[in-house]
């Protein structure tokens, strides 16, 4: 089998959307690929247009997380119910999974929380008035 069929695909994948240099792709594939070969890979495949259309569409994921993420705190803070509380900490947990952006951890674990008080906490870390 010949080495593209076994390796282009993960060295593209670790190219575009680890964002790993060809070297470091190399040493990864424990020298089974050249580096040259990668670049010829690479310009071939287009792997950088590939990569900055992989980092664009990423930010607009991002983006639009977050302003889902915006109108749900606001009305979360208008009607504190379970389920928008609920809404609210499931969109930050997926901002979380595409940004790492940090969440808040809930500070009040074994105590009564305020849903109200939490929501605000979340707010206020995020840069939300």
Not at 62 to 81: D, G, H, V, Y
Not at 93 to 104: E, N, P, R
Request: proline letters at 1%.
């Amino acid at each position: 089998m010949a080495k593209a069929a076994i390796y282009f695909e993960e060295a593209q994948r670790l190219y575009v959307q680890e964002g790993l240099s060809l070297d470091t792709i190399a040493n990864i594939l424990g020298g089974k690929v050249s580096r040259k070969t990668l670049y010829n890979w690479k310009v071939a495949g287009d792997w950088d247009t590939k990569r900055k259309n992989y980092l664009k569409d990423t930010e607009d994921i991002q983006n639009q997380l977050i302003q889902l993420f915006r109108t749900m705190l606001k009305e979360a803070l208008k009607n504190p119910s379970a389920q928008n509380v609920n809404a609210v900490l499931r969109t930050a947990g997926a901002i979380k999974l595409w940004q790492g952006v940090k969440v808040i951890k809930e500070e009040t674990e074994g105590k009564e929380t305020n849903l109200k008080d939490l929501l605000k906490a979340i707010s206020e870390t995020i840069g939300e008035s």
